[in-house]
């Protein structure tokens, strides 16, 4: 019933606005965008709600870990798990660097039940990626709100418009980061 619905709810498990200016180099790009990844490692958890389509209303709930790729590419890999009413869905994504571009899957690609990150970006506190299943292109905006908060939104191309369809806001866990002992 929502697997249609956890499809595209995919899309927002990853953290990803503007593409990097055309003077600055790929080497230069590098160390600028692994460290937005790094920054965004961590706990988050917070509330999405669809804006648009069949589901319009629907408010749901994620919890998502992040964590830097395993082979020490820059990018990220995402697991965790939304959930709408007594539904629960896991969520995974991996984004790593490809060229002066990113790609990456949502849950298990296109080629399956979720989304191809098919380009990217990082420019600053937000990032920008390319989205596709079959037929539907969008991007999903990802944009940090200082170190504690990042907005979310999933868009999809509808004729030449993009049109938000998923809003998602997220807080850093702060009650999973570790602290330090305390001496008398």
Do not use: H
Not at 24 to 31: H, V
Not at 88 to 111: C, H, N, R, V, W
Not at 149 to 161: A, G, L, R
């Amino acid at each position: 019933m929502f697997t249609r619905f956890f499809s595209l709810l995919g899309g927002i498990a990853v953290l990803t606005a503007a593409a990097p200016s055309a003077i600055t180099s790929q080497a230069e790009a590098a160390p600028r965008d692994k460290a937005f990844f790094q920054s965004v490692a961590g706990v988050w958890k917070g509330p999405g709600e669809i804006v648009a389509g069949k589901y319009k209303g629907t408010k749901f709930s994620c919890n998502l870990i992040g964590a830097p790729p395993v082979a020490g590419d820059v990018g990220i890999k995402l697991d965790g798990t939304c959930r709408v009413g007594v539904f629960q869905q896991p969520m995974s994504a991996t984004i790593t660097q490809s060229g002066k571009g990113y790609t990456g899957k949502f849950l298990d690609g296109a080629e399956g039940k979720g989304l191809d990150i098919i380009s990217g970006s990082v420019n600053g506190d937000k990032v920008v990626m390319g989205i596709n299943r079959k037929q539907l292109n969008g991007a999903m905006v990802a944009s940090l709100r200082g170190e504690n908060k990042m907005n979310i939104t999933i868009s999809v191309k509808v004729d030449e418009q993009m049109i938000p369809v998923i809003g998602l806001s997220l807080d850093r866990d702060m009650d999973s980061i570790a602290v330090g002992s305390i001496k008398p």
